[in-house]
Protein backbone atom coordinates (compact mmCIF):
# COMPACT_ATOMS: atom_id res chain seq x y z
CA UNK A 1 0.00 0.00 0.00
CA UNK A 2 1.70 3.47 -1.11
CA UNK A 3 1.52 6.05 1.36
CA UNK A 4 0.82 9.72 0.87
CA UNK A 5 4.23 10.89 1.23
CA UNK A 6 5.46 8.11 -1.84
CA UNK A 7 3.03 9.65 -3.84
CA UNK A 8 3.93 13.19 -3.63
CA UNK A 9 7.06 12.22 -4.37
CA UNK A 10 6.71 9.88 -7.34
CA UNK A 11 4.33 12.80 -8.72
CA UNK A 12 7.67 15.26 -8.01
CA UNK A 13 9.57 12.76 -9.80
CA UNK A 14 7.15 12.31 -13.28
CA UNK A 15 6.69 16.08 -13.22
CA UNK A 16 10.63 16.31 -13.29
CA UNK A 17 11.38 13.93 -16.31
CA UNK A 18 8.37 15.72 -18.08
CA UNK A 19 9.78 19.30 -18.01
CA UNK A 20 13.57 17.83 -18.49
CA UNK A 21 11.79 15.99 -21.69
CA UNK A 22 10.18 19.43 -22.54
CA UNK A 23 13.24 21.68 -22.30
CA UNK A 24 15.34 18.69 -24.30
CA UNK A 25 12.67 19.64 -26.85
CA UNK A 26 13.03 23.23 -27.11
CA UNK A 27 16.28 23.14 -27.00
CA UNK A 28 16.47 21.06 -30.30
CA UNK A 29 13.97 23.30 -31.60
CA UNK A 30 16.01 26.27 -31.38
CA UNK A 31 19.14 24.24 -32.51
CA UNK A 32 17.19 23.80 -35.57
CA UNK A 33 15.97 26.80 -36.03
CA UNK A 34 18.92 28.44 -35.89
CA UNK A 35 20.68 26.54 -38.39
CA UNK A 36 23.99 26.53 -39.69
CA UNK A 37 24.47 30.12 -40.65
CA UNK A 38 23.69 31.12 -36.67
CA UNK A 39 26.42 33.60 -35.44
CA UNK A 40 27.08 35.43 -32.46
CA UNK A 41 28.12 39.14 -33.36
CA UNK A 42 29.08 42.16 -32.57
CA UNK A 43 28.58 46.27 -33.45
CA UNK A 44 31.21 47.83 -34.89
CA UNK A 45 31.38 51.42 -35.77
CA UNK A 46 32.88 52.30 -39.40
CA UNK A 47 32.96 55.70 -41.15
CA UNK A 48 33.85 57.16 -44.49
CA UNK A 49 33.64 59.90 -46.77
CA UNK A 50 31.82 58.87 -49.94
CA UNK A 51 32.46 60.67 -53.19
CA UNK A 52 30.26 59.63 -56.00
CA UNK A 53 32.42 60.31 -59.86
CA UNK A 54 30.62 59.23 -62.50
CA UNK A 55 29.41 59.90 -66.55
CA UNK A 56 25.81 58.93 -66.80
CA UNK A 57 23.87 59.53 -63.82
CA UNK A 58 24.12 62.77 -62.14
CA UNK A 59 22.88 62.96 -58.20
CA UNK A 60 21.99 65.51 -56.33
CA UNK A 61 23.78 65.47 -52.35
CA UNK A 62 20.50 64.42 -51.25
CA UNK A 63 19.58 62.09 -53.37
CA UNK A 64 23.24 60.19 -53.05
CA UNK A 65 22.46 60.11 -49.26
CA UNK A 66 19.08 58.37 -50.20
CA UNK A 67 20.52 56.17 -52.53
CA UNK A 68 23.52 55.40 -50.15
CA UNK A 69 21.28 54.89 -46.74
CA UNK A 70 18.81 52.36 -48.78
CA UNK A 71 21.94 50.28 -49.84
CA UNK A 72 23.81 49.85 -46.13
CA UNK A 73 20.40 49.15 -44.78
CA UNK A 74 20.32 46.21 -47.28
CA UNK A 75 23.71 44.83 -46.57
CA UNK A 76 22.48 45.08 -42.84
CA UNK A 77 24.16 48.42 -41.46
CA UNK A 78 22.24 49.23 -38.09
CA UNK A 79 19.02 51.41 -38.15
CA UNK A 80 20.59 54.66 -36.36
CA UNK A 81 22.97 54.99 -39.41
CA UNK A 82 23.89 58.35 -40.39
CA UNK A 83 24.41 59.80 -43.66
CA UNK A 84 24.90 63.24 -44.08
CA UNK A 85 25.25 65.55 -47.06
CA UNK A 86 29.05 66.57 -47.69
CA UNK A 87 30.72 69.75 -48.70
CA UNK A 88 28.25 70.25 -52.08
CA UNK A 89 27.21 73.42 -53.89
CA UNK A 90 23.99 73.11 -54.13
CA UNK A 91 22.82 71.70 -50.89
CA UNK A 92 19.12 70.10 -51.32
CA UNK A 93 19.29 71.58 -54.84
CA UNK A 94 19.86 69.78 -58.40
CA UNK A 95 22.48 67.68 -59.27
CA UNK A 96 26.19 68.23 -58.70
CA UNK A 97 29.43 67.72 -60.49
CA UNK A 98 30.90 65.40 -57.90
CA UNK A 99 27.79 64.69 -54.79
CA UNK A 100 29.37 63.76 -51.99
CA UNK A 101 27.82 62.17 -48.27
CA UNK A 102 29.76 61.44 -44.61
CA UNK A 103 28.58 57.89 -43.86
CA UNK A 104 28.47 56.89 -39.94
CA UNK A 105 26.59 53.83 -39.08
CA UNK A 106 27.70 50.50 -37.23
CA UNK A 107 27.79 46.94 -38.62
CA UNK A 108 28.75 43.61 -37.68
CA UNK A 109 31.67 41.39 -37.18
CA UNK A 110 32.73 37.89 -36.31
CA UNK A 111 33.95 38.33 -32.65
CA UNK A 112 38.08 38.94 -33.04
CA UNK A 113 41.27 39.86 -30.37
CA UNK A 114 40.75 43.55 -32.45
CA UNK A 115 37.13 44.31 -31.78
CA UNK A 116 37.35 42.73 -27.99
CA UNK A 117 36.48 46.00 -26.60
CA UNK A 118 33.07 45.41 -28.07
CA UNK A 119 31.98 43.37 -25.66
CA UNK A 120 28.11 42.90 -25.72
CA UNK A 121 27.32 39.80 -28.09
CA UNK A 122 24.36 40.03 -30.68
CA UNK A 123 22.91 36.82 -32.69
CA UNK A 124 23.21 37.10 -36.17
CA UNK A 125 22.61 35.06 -39.48
CA UNK A 126 24.72 35.30 -42.89
CA UNK A 127 21.96 35.85 -45.53
CA UNK A 128 22.47 36.70 -48.87
CA UNK A 129 21.63 40.43 -50.25
CA UNK A 130 21.32 41.88 -53.52
CA UNK A 131 21.57 45.63 -53.46
CA UNK A 132 18.98 47.11 -55.34
CA UNK A 133 18.31 50.67 -55.32
CA UNK A 134 15.62 51.39 -57.61
CA UNK A 135 12.41 48.63 -58.62
CA UNK A 136 12.39 50.70 -61.94
CA UNK A 137 14.54 48.97 -64.43
CA UNK A 138 15.59 52.00 -66.27
CA UNK A 139 16.13 53.84 -63.43
CA UNK A 140 18.04 51.13 -61.80
CA UNK A 141 20.31 50.90 -65.14
CA UNK A 142 20.75 54.57 -64.43
CA UNK A 143 22.64 53.40 -61.27
CA UNK A 144 25.14 51.18 -62.63
CA UNK A 145 28.27 53.30 -61.68
CA UNK A 146 26.83 53.84 -58.39
CA UNK A 147 27.25 50.23 -57.48
CA UNK A 148 30.37 49.75 -59.13
CA UNK A 149 31.34 52.31 -56.26
CA UNK A 150 29.48 51.22 -53.59
CA UNK A 151 31.02 48.27 -54.13
CA UNK A 152 34.73 49.67 -54.39
CA UNK A 153 33.96 51.83 -51.33
CA UNK A 154 31.50 51.02 -49.14
CA UNK A 155 30.96 47.05 -49.12
CA UNK A 156 34.28 46.28 -47.34
CA UNK A 157 33.18 47.73 -44.56
CA UNK A 158 30.90 44.77 -44.41
CA UNK A 159 31.73 41.14 -42.73
CA UNK A 160 31.07 39.27 -45.76
CA UNK A 161 31.45 35.82 -46.78
CA UNK A 162 30.64 35.35 -50.21
CA UNK A 163 30.55 38.20 -53.32
CA UNK A 164 28.51 38.00 -56.28
CA UNK A 165 29.62 41.13 -58.64
CA UNK A 166 29.62 41.61 -62.33
CA UNK A 167 29.25 44.81 -63.99
CA UNK A 168 29.42 45.94 -67.49
CA UNK A 169 28.71 49.67 -67.04
CA UNK A 170 29.14 51.54 -70.51
CA UNK A 171 29.78 56.01 -69.81
CA UNK A 172 26.69 57.62 -71.26
CA UNK A 173 24.71 54.75 -71.41
CA UNK A 174 21.47 52.66 -70.09
CA UNK A 175 22.66 49.10 -69.24
CA UNK A 176 19.47 47.21 -67.65
CA UNK A 177 21.29 44.76 -66.15
CA UNK A 178 24.21 46.21 -66.35
CA UNK A 179 25.76 45.87 -63.12
CA UNK A 180 25.09 42.73 -60.24
CA UNK A 181 25.57 42.94 -56.69
CA UNK A 182 25.14 39.92 -54.11
CA UNK A 183 26.83 39.26 -50.75
CA UNK A 184 26.51 37.29 -47.92
CA UNK A 185 26.48 39.51 -45.14
CA UNK A 186 25.78 39.20 -41.25
CA UNK A 187 22.26 40.26 -40.55
CA UNK A 188 20.77 40.53 -37.28
CA UNK A 189 18.39 38.67 -35.61
CA UNK A 190 16.85 41.67 -34.25
CA UNK A 191 17.20 43.84 -36.68
CA UNK A 192 14.70 46.71 -34.64
CA UNK A 193 17.05 46.65 -31.81
CA UNK A 194 20.16 48.91 -31.68
CA UNK A 195 21.95 46.66 -29.08
CA UNK A 196 24.20 47.88 -26.49
CA UNK A 197 27.20 49.04 -28.45
CA UNK A 198 30.14 50.95 -26.31
CA UNK A 199 30.13 54.32 -26.34
CA UNK A 200 32.26 55.88 -29.51
CA UNK A 201 35.20 58.11 -29.13
Not at 38 to 54: P, T
Not at 66 to 80: F, P, T, V, Y
Not at 106 to 135: C, F, I, Q, Y
Not at 163 to 177: A, T
Amino acid sequence: MMTSGSLSVGSLSAALLLLSAQAGLVAAEIAAASGPDSQQAVWVLKERHFVYQGFTTRYSCEGLADKIRKALLQLGARKDLEVREGACTRPGGGPEPFPNVDVRMHVLETPTASNAGHRTLVPAHWKTVEVRLDRDPLSEAGDCELVEQIKQSLLPLFATRTIDYRSSCIPHQLQPGGTWLKAEVLISDRPDAKGAAPREP
